[in-house]
């Protein structure tokens, strides 16, 4: 079986800025693989190449069977079967919670309109969301609107949703309702990539754990033994100030 992203000798710079250095990794289907590691060392920038946000430089980059470091590749193809979460949400703010959830699968996958709606209200319902349906995201909380973010998310049917960092805008009551959807997501077996600071999530929800720091992967591994044992001095430092 082949993985569902691979990375092969990928090499990404801002300028001079070498930001991932040699990257091999590969993701199979239905993992969940937390990122975790410090301010800068390029996390996101790791994760936004996988869904072409970020061009790589040099290397090969496969996700769900598009070649990413090929030009001709249709990047659209790849989005639909890839979706993304960001820290701050990035809700469609002149569109109901509705609107932005059926938008994309409207546009994008040709849904009918009946069907789009009643899979919109399935996951709003899903989230706890469904009394919000037509709200604007301006009248909603940012844990709030993060569910919606997910739910939006889910509605592309997607094979892979990359999380940046979902609940570091969030106030500390609202974090758990959103860890707690992301676990329903690992749950129905979505190849899951996520950036976090919650240790709490990479050590129970994901089964994959990478340590990345200056723009390579200093650990890759268990995470309950990586929580445990850390191999790398670096890790080791990173835990003591976080935990
Ligand atoms: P992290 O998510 O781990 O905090 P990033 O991937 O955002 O790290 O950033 C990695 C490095 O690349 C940092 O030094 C950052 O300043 C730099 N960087 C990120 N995005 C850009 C950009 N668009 N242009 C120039 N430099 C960038
Ligand atoms: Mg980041």
Known sequence: MSSIIEFKHVNKYYGKL?????????????QVVSIIGPSGSGKSTLIRTMNGLEPINSGQLIVTGYDLANRKTNINKIRKNVGMVFQHFNLYNNHTVLENITLAPKIVLKRPDAENKKIAMELLERVGMADKAD???????????????IARSLAMRPKVILFDEPTSA?????????LDIMKYVADQGITMVVVTHEMGFARKVSNRLIF??????????????FF????TDRARQFLSKII
Not at 135 to 149: D, I, K, M, T
Not at 170 to 178: N, T
């Open 18 to 30: 070498h930001a991932l250095k040699d990257i091999n990794l590969k993701i199979e289907e239905g």
């Open 135 to 149: 709200s604007y995201p301006r009248q909603l909380s940012g844990g709030q609107e993060q569910r919606v973010a």
């Open 170 to 178: 969030l106030d500390p009551e609202m974090i758990q309702d959103v």
């Open 212 to 225: 990345f720091d200056q723009g390579h992967i200093l650990e890759d591994r268990d995470p309950v033994e």
């Open 228 to 231: 445990k044992h850390p191999d």
